[in-house]
């Protein structure tokens, strides 16, 4: 069983940052995948970063050279620093393992991130 709770979303006018946090339970947590994930508004959720347990990291091309995801396995904590803000960017982000992803489980309450023009 694998908990997630998100923090850190907030409204910020565009161009600005903000830091997500993803803290995970469970003392394997730094064998996992951890993925980051956002819907908007009457949209799919989708896939925005992961970090492997090894640190291998993979982007949504709209998100490459703006997001950075990092993991503090000490912390169980995974991040996703977000720069350069688009009010495209705008939704509920989550935090998951692909599996719990495909499975429609683990998923955690989010955090809404704003972002106004």
């Known amino acids: 069983q694998v908990q997630l709770v998100e923090s850190g979303g907030g409204l910020v006018q565009a161009g600005g940052s903000l830091r997500l946090s993803c803290a995970a339970s469970g003392s394997r947590f730094s064998i996992y995948t951890i993925g980051w994930y956002r819907q908007a508004a009457g949209k799919q959720r989708e896939l925005v970063a992961d970090i492997t347990s090894g640190g291998i990291t993979n982007y949504q091309n709209s998100v490459k050279g703006r997001f950075t995801i990092s993991r503090d396995n000490a912390k169980n904590t995974v991040y996703l620093q977000m720069n350069s803000l688009k009010p495209e960017d705008t939704g509920v982000y989550y935090c998951?393992?692909?599996?719990?992803?495909?499975?429609?489980?683990?998923w955690g309450q989010g955090t809404q991130v704003t972002v106004s023009s």
């Open positions: 998951n393992t692909p599996i719990g992803a495909r499975a429609n489980v683990y």
